[in-house]
C-alpha cells in the first residue's frame, strides 16, 4: 500500500525521459498523441501531460453516456489522468434493491478509463447521507441484518472491480453537510461504533491492491469541519483502520477563497497522519451573466490548485465533471443558475478557468525542473543497471 511513500503516476514516464536524455520540452503524452508539451508554453501541453511530469493524477467525473464516442469522451481521454464515476458505483447505482447488482455504468466508464490509460477513482462504496440511500437500506433497523447488508454490498462491488481500479472512496461524508457531527444516516444510527473501520478492513481484504479512501465534504468551508473531521481519521486510525488516503471534494460556495496558505495547511494535517490527501470534487459556481465572473473563477481555480502543489503528499485535483452544460450544481437547487463552476464550456471551449489551472501547472514544472529532483535517492548512488530491452 502506500503509506510508505507516495504513489506517483508520472515517475515512469520522467524516468524514460531522463534515461534517454531528453531534455527541454519532453514529449509527455500517452502513445497516439502528435503534442509535444513545452511548459514555458503552456499552450502546447494538456493538463494531463504537466500533471504526469509532477507526479499527480488531474481527474474529472463523468457519467456512462458521456464516456461513449464524442467530443465530451475526446475532452475526458485528453486532458484528464484520472476519472470518477460520478454516480456509476453508487449504491443507488449498483445494488438497487437487496442482492440485486447492477454494473452495467461501472463496466461502462471504468472501461472507458482502462481504454485510455486514466486512473479510476472508484465512488463510493458507503454514502452516510440518507438522501442518497436507497430506500431499502434505510428501511433496515436490524444491526445485524444492516451489516449483513453492508458486507454484502461492499465485498460484491469492491470485489467485482478488484484489479480494475486504484482506488476506492470507501466511507463518503460520515459527517453532516454543514455540522461537525456524525451525519444523521441509517449507517450511524443503526450499525455500532467501529462500522466504519470494519468496512475498511472488508473491503482491504477483498481488494489488497486498492488504495482506500475517505471522502468528505465542507472542510474548506464549514465552520469546525476540518478539525471535526481531522478527529475522525485520527480515531479510525487509531480502530486500525487500513486507509490510505483523504479526499476532500471541495465543493467551493463562492469565488472567494480558499486562502493558500491556511488551506495547504489544512491538506498537510493529512499528510502529517502519513496518508495521501487529494481534491476529488472541485467546483466553483459564478452568479449567471457577465464575464468578469470568470476571471474571478480562474484565479479561485489557481488557489485551489496551488494549495495541493504547495504540499508533498497531494496527489490529485480532480474537477466534478467536465463542461458547464453537464454540472450537478445547476440542479442543485442551491446556486441561481447556470452556475458555469467547471473548467470549459457548454461548446467544450476552454475557459479562463482552465488557462489557469493550466498555467500554474506548468509554472510548477518549470519550478520542479530548476530545482533538485523532488524523487531523488538520499542514499549513495549506485551504477544504473545496464538497458537490456
Ligand atoms: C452528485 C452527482 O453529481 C449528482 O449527479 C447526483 O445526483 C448526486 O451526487 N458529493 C459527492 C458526490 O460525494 O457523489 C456528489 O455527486 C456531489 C456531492
Given at each position: 500500500m502506500s503509506s510508505g511513500g507516495f504513489r506517483r503516476v508520472g515517475v515512469v514516464g520522467v524516468a524514460a525521459a531522463l534515461v534517454f536524455g531528453v531534455v527541454g520540452a519532453v514529449p509527455l503524452r500517452p502513445a497516439g498523441a502528435a503534442v509535444v508539451c513545452d511548459p514555458a508554453v503552456?499552450?502546447?501541453?494538456t493538463l494531463r501531460q504537466l500533471a504526469d511530469e509532477l507526479g499527480i493524477r488531474i481527474g474529472a467525473s463523468a457519467e456512462a453516456d458521456e464516456v461513449e464516442p464524442g467530443p465530451y469522451a475526446d475532452t475526458l481521454g485528453r486532458e484528464f489522468s484520472s476519472l470518477t464515476p460520478e454516480n456509476a458505483l453508487k449504491w443507488y447505482t449498483t445494488n438497487p434493491a437487496p442482492g440485486v447488482f447492477d454494473f452495467d455504468d461501472g463496466d461502462a466508464v471504468v472501461g472507458f478509463a482502462t481504454t485510455n490509460a486514466m486512473e479510476v477513482r472508484a465512488h463510493t462504496l458507503v454514502w452516510t447521507q440518507d438522501t442518497y440511500t436507497p430506500d431499502w437500506v434505510k428501511a433496515v433497523n436490524d444491526p445485524d441484518e444492516l451489516a449483513q447488508w453492508v458486507a454484502q454490498h461492499v465485498v460484491t462491488v469492491a470485489g467485482r472491480y478488484a484489479g480494475q481500479v486504484q482506488r476506492w472512496d470507501v466511507i463518503n461524508e460520515p459527517l453532516a453537510t454543514a455540522g461537525t457531527a456524525l451525519s444523521d444516516s441509517v449507517f450511524h444510527r443503526v450499525l455500532p461504533p467501529g462500522w466504519m473501520a470494519s468496512v475498511f478492513s472488508a473491503v482491504r481484504a477483498v481488494d489488497p491492491d486498492a488504495e482506500l479512501w475517505i471522502n468528505e465534504y465542507g472542510t474548506d468551508w464549514v465552520p469546525g469541519k476540518h478539525e471535526a473531521f481531522v478527529a475522525l481519521v485520527r480515531d479510525l486510525l487509531a480502530a486500525g483502520a487500513p486507509i490510505d488516503g483523504v479526499g476532500l471534494q471541495v465543493h467551493r460556495p463562492s469565488v472567494d477563497g480558499p486562502d493558500v496558505a491556511a488551506f495547504s495547511q489544512q491538506l498537510r494535517d493529512f499528510t502529517d497522519l502519513g496518508l495521501e490527501v487529494a481534491i476529488t470534487e472541485l467546483d466553483i459556481p459564478i452568479p449567471p451573466g457577465?464575464?468578469?465572473a470568470l476571471l474571478d473563477q480562474a484565479q479561485a481555480y489557481r488557489r485551489v490548485v496551488a494549495s495541493c502543489l504547495?504540499?508533498?503528499?497531494?496527489t490529485e485535483i480532480t474537477v466534478w465533471g467536465v463542461t458547464d452544460a453537464n454540472t450537478w450544481l445547476d440542479g442543485l437547487g442551491v446556486f441561481p443558475t447556470p452556475t458555469r463552476p467547471l473548467l470549459f464550456d457548454d461548446g467544450f471551449a476552454a475557459k479562463p478557468a482552465y488557462d489557469e489551472v493550466r498555467a500554474v501547472l506548468a509554472e510548477a514544472v518549470l519550478a520542479r525542473r530548476a530545482g533538485p529532483p523532488v524523487d531523488a535517492p538520499t542514499g549513495p548512488v549506485t551504477a544504473a543497471p545496464a538497458f537490456t530491452g
Open positions: 503552456p499552450e502546447t501541453c457577465g464575464d468578469a504547495a504540499v508533498p503528499g497531494c
